[in-house]
């Protein structure tokens, strides 16, 4: 008899126990649920759970900081954080944005190996506070987004499966030789508003590449080794005074080139450095030509507006002018330049019959 009631004692203690385990549980996914407005229902006793977290009582999962939907994001933004919170491994998508996170510590991720997203931007991340390959463990990243922090360099060890890496309004001056190693599968990379003065050989690696933004720097030449399958790059509001011959030949996909806010002049363009086939767009406004560079006929949008061109050359946009040969230009700006309407040859409107926008 007394056998039994020792039994009865332990099954209820036991019993006790594991409530009190769920109930806590239980009650900090209904504090966390209840802020988002999300539903609930009566199972499990007495317990109120929500309906999407019915099958997670016994795990927590989400860091009561951040917010959790069963879509595997993980919000995090804009709560005043100081820290980055231990991620889960069933999260994907992790967005920690406008906060006061300073450093990255190791482990946060380390069980997060599924993430495709990091989203870290307008925080006050230093280079010198974030652990040494702290992304390397991440296989199936493919965005990371750092930009406006106060980095001084690119992160380390980063893994080759990101597509777009954006690092611009930072504090970075160089670009190691080795911060892009392996970044094959890369197709999109801004750095813009930094203060790189010439990344080297670091875009080398990029062969899968197409969009490189490096506006805002202090470059004083178009970057060497710049990879084969760019289509759009931006190098305005830089320091560069001359161009190298023929890089635009050498790279057939490059469709969209911005050069404004330079110091470029008539002397630091090569003869027929734009006339190529493939080009459609080209920004050489704001800098100091005194003249039309040789276009091809198949460019769309030329801007040449603020510089101190003085003559308007027909030949710049046609070599041969009638009814077969015209220029595809649709939009031209040339106002803030030292020519009127009155300097236009009546060639012009042959030669520019496709266009519908011409600032003079």
């Given at each position: 008899?007394?056998?039994?009631?020792?039994?009865?004692?332990?099954?209820?203690?036991?019993d006790?126990?594991?409530?009190?385990?769920t109930?806590?549980?239980?009650?900090?996914?209904?504090?966390?649920?209840?802020?988002?407005?999300?539903?609930?229902?009566?199972?499990?006793?007495?317990?109120?759970?929500?309906?999407?977290?019915?099958?997670?009582?016994?795990?927590?999962?989400?860091?009561?900081?951040?917010?959790?939907?069963?879509?595997?994001?993980?919000?995090?933004h804009?709560?005043?954080?100081?820290?980055?919170?231990?991620?889960?491994?069933?999260?994907?998508?992790?967005?920690?944005?406008?906060?006061r996170?300073?450093?990255?510590?190791?482990?946060?991720?380390?069980?997060?190996?599924?993430l495709?997203?990091?989203?870290?931007?307008?925080n006050q991340?230093?280079s010198?506070?974030?652990?040494?390959?702290?992304?390397?463990?991440?296989?199936?990243?493919?965005?990371?987004f750092?930009?406006?922090?106060?980095?001084?360099?690119?992160?380390?060890?980063?893994?080759?499966?990101?597509?777009?890496?954006?690092?611009?309004?930072?504090?970075?001056?160089?670009?190691?030789?080795?911060?892009?190693?392996?970044l094959?599968?890369?197709?999109?990379?801004?750095?813009?508003?930094?203060?790189?003065?010439?990344?080297?050989?670091?875009?080398?690696?990029?062969?899968?590449?197409?969009?490189?933004?490096?506006?805002?720097?202090?470059?004083?030449?178009?970057?060497?080794?710049?990879?084969?399958?760019?289509?759009?790059?931006?190098?305005?509001?830089?320091?560069?005074?001359?161009?190298?011959?023929?890089?635009?030949?050498?790279?057939?996909?490059?469709?969209?080139?911005?050069?404004a806010?330079?110091?470029?002049?008539?002397?630091?363009?090569?003869?027929?450095?734009?006339?190529?086939?493939?080009?459609?767009?080209?920004?050489?406004?704001?800098?100091?030509?005194?003249?039309?560079?040789?276009?091809?006929?198949?460019?769309q949008?030329?801007y040449?507006?603020?510089?101190?061109?003085?003559?308007?050359?027909?030949?710049?946009?046609?070599?041969?002018?009638?009814?077969?040969?015209?220029?595809?230009?649709?939009?031209?700006?040339?106002?803030?330049?030292?020519?009127s309407p009155?300097?236009?040859s009546p060639?012009?409107?042959?030669?520019?019959?496709?266009?519908?926008?011409?600032?003079?």
């Open positions: 008899m007394c056998g039994w009631i020792v039994l009865l004692l332990w099954v209820g203690l036991v006790l126990s594991v409530t009190q385990q109930d806590a549980l239980t009650w900090l996914n209904y504090l966390r649920n209840r802020a988002n407005g999300g539903s609930y229902t009566q199972n499990h006793g007495n317990h109120y759970i929500s309906a999407e977290a019915e099958n997670e009582l016994v795990e927590v999962e989400c860091p009561l900081e951040c917010d959790c939907p069963s879509t595997y994001p993980m919000y995090c804009s709560r005043n954080l100081q820290h980055v919170p231990f991620v889960h491994s069933r999260m994907k998508y992790v967005y920690l944005q406008n906060n996170i300073r450093g990255i510590t190791h482990g946060v991720f380390d069980n997060a190996t599924g495709v997203w990091i989203i870290l931007h307008m991340l230093c010198d506070q974030i652990s040494d390959k702290i992304f390397a463990k991440l296989p199936k990243l493919e965005r990371l750092l930009h406006h922090n106060q980095l001084e360099r690119l992160p380390t060890g980063l893994p080759r499966s990101l597509r777009d890496l954006r690092a611009n309004h930072n504090a970075i001056s160089s670009v190691s030789a080795t911060a892009l190693r392996g094959d599968r890369l197709a999109e990379l801004r750095l813009h508003t930094n203060n790189i003065e010439d990344p080297g050989s670091a875009l080398e690696p990029l062969q899968s590449l197409t969009i490189l933004d490096l506006h805002g720097n202090r470059l004083t030449k178009v970057p060497e080794n710049l990879p084969p399958r760019l289509s759009q790059l931006y190098l305005e509001h830089n320091l560069i005074s001359m161009l190298p011959a023929g890089f635009l030949r050498e790279r057939p996909e490059l469709r969209f080139v911005r050069l806010h330079n110091h470029l002049t008539d002397d630091g363009i090569p003869p027929d450095t734009f006339n190529v086939t493939t080009l459609l767009e080209l920004d050489l406004s704001h800098n100091r030509l005194e003249k039309i560079p040789t276009m091809s006929t198949r460019l949008n030329l040449l507006q603020a510089n101190r061109i003085k003559e308007f050359s027909v030949s710049s946009f046609c070599r041969v002018v009638d009814m077969a040969n015209y220029s595809n230009l649709r939009v031209l700006r040339l106002e803030a330049n030292k020519i009155h300097d236009v060639k012009a409107l042959l030669c520019l019959r496709k266009a519908t926008t011409i600032y003079l």
